[in-house]
């Protein structure tokens, strides 16, 4: 069975922060991560509080997942993102995906 791992990135917006600007920035983030090795598909959401956010990543597995978190890190792609979140509000989790129906 393939190893598919799903990866939470929880953070917190600026209440100065929109929509429109959010989507903007995940945009380019998006399109840096899904030329990526290992890169299966990506959705951000957004929660019930106004300023919740979520990506939800999904990758090959998880050798792919620190490579590309390598890739991020020196491509600084990151960097436009992170002024629209509230410092120190972002959080990473993985998991592994057991079954898919």
Known sequence: MKTIITEFVKFMTLET??????????DIL???QKKQDGFI???LVKGIKESEWYFVYHYENMEKVKAIGEEIR?????DEFTPL????S?????YQQLKKW
């Open 85 to 88: 979140t509230i410092p120190g």
């Open 90 to 94: 972002l959080s990473v989790t993985f």
């Open 30 to 32: 998006n399109d840096f």
């Open 74 to 78: 020196n491509s600084k792609v990151f």
């Open 17 to 26: 922060t929109t929509d429109e600007q959010l989507i903007s920035k995940a």
């Open 41 to 43: 598909d990506a959705e």
